[in-house]
């Protein structure tokens, strides 16, 4: 299902969080950090995304990434 939220406060720490943990690493950049933050914070079932950096990202942070 389809959720439209705006970006509060505690996904914009979380991307920060993130991205001191992995973004030299992985190379992630402002909106796959975003994109990713937003995934923990408001914790679907699954994420679905076919970019390299979000998919590398969300597999990091233990994210349940579609498609397989």
């Known amino acids: 299902m ?7 406060p505690e ?3 979380k991307a920060l969080v993130l991205s001191r ?3 030299a690493r992985l190379g992630t950049r402002t909106l ?7 995934v923990v914070v408001l ?3 699954a994420f679905c995304s076919f970019d390299k950096r979000q ?13 397989a």
Do not use: F, Q, T
């Open 2 to 8: 389809y959720r439209n939220e705006p970006l509060g």
């Open 32 to 38: 796959d950090l975003s994109h990713v933050a937003a």
């Open 21 to 23: 943990r992995h973004s």
């Open 55 to 67: 998919r590398k990202l969300a597999n990091a942070g233990h994210l349940h990434v579609l498609p």
């Open 43 to 45: 914790n679907p079932d």
């Open 11 to 13: 996904i914009w720490e």
